[in-house]
């Protein structure tokens, strides 16, 4: 059983920065994408970034259009954990932001870290 574990998050001013991490454990084959997406309340989960990777090996990363050029993904290759490092945040990065594997066809997912950008 894939688990994912999350760390980081919490509340920072607007133009701040803050990291999030997720490790990952447990069966993971080929293949995988590794992840963040983000929610507010009434709102669809939307894509924040993710990395696609085989091995240790990356093979691409993709943004959400609001955060591109401001936040920032990558992965400890002897590790199977992922960062998210984001800058420049603003109040409307405010979200539940929730990790995310791919592999072998299932979503796993973390248990969600509140990300707070004051004003």
């Known amino acids: 059983q894939v688990q994912l574990v999350e760390s980081g998050g919490g509340l920072v001013q607007a133009g701040g920065s803050l990291r999030l991490s997720c490790a990952a454990s447990?069966?993971?084959?080929?293949?995988?994408?590794m992840g963040w997406y983000r929610q507010t309340p009434g709102k669809q989960r939307e894509l924040v970034a993710t990395i696609t990777s085989l091995g240790t090996s990356v093979r691409n990363t993709n943004y959400g259009d609001s955060v591109s050029g401001r936040f920032t993904i990558s992965r400890d290759n002897a590790k199977t954990t992922v960062y998210l490092q984001m800058n420049s945040l603003r109040p409307e990065d405010t979200a539940a932001y929730y990790c995310?594997?791919?592999?072998?066809?299932?979503?796993?997912w973390g248990q969600g870290t509140q990300v707070t950008v004051s004003s």
């Open positions: 447990g069966p993971i084959f080929g293949v995988f994408t």
């Open positions: 995310n594997l791919f592999n072998r066809a299932i979503d796993y």
